[in-house]
């Protein structure tokens, strides 16, 4: 299974933001999809994961609830909604799947290439 992200970009403070992954050559199943993110100069970040029913199983702790997760699983896609995106939400998005959920990365076997998301303030 090969994993696309896609949908990242600049985008200004305050603003939202979709970010996809898609897979190829496979389907997700019943994996577990993560996304994690990655800052510059910083260590790679769990935000959260969904089951193959699309439903959130865990994610980062955020007041305003800014990030949302959902999958279609005809499309085999998965999407991550950033909203009210701060300029310390500018990472890279990674995506990846794992058997079981863990908020640990070494959990996760395939990754996709990740997605730039820059935020401007």
């Known amino acids: 299974v090969q994993l696309q992200a896609s949908g990242g970009g600049l985008v200004q403070a305050g603003g939202s933001l979709r970010v996809s992954c898609a897979a190829s050559g496979g389907t997700f199943g019943d994996r577990i999809i993560g996304w994690f993110r990655q800052a510059p100069g910083k260590e790679r970040e769990f935000v959260g994961a969904i089951n193959w029913r699309g439903a959130t199983i865990d994610r980062v702790d955020d007041e305003k609830g800014r990030f949302t997760m959902s999958r279609d699983n005809a499309k085999n896609t998965v999407y991550l909604q950033i909203n009210s995106l701060k300029p310390e939400d500018t990472a890279t998005y990674y995506c990846?799947?794992?058997?079981?959920?863990?908020?640990?990365?070494?959990?996760?076997?395939?990754w996709g290439q990740g997605t730039q998301v820059t935020v401007s303030s």
């Open positions: 990846a799947t794992a058997l079981s959920f863990s908020r640990d990365q070494g959990a996760y076997t395939y």
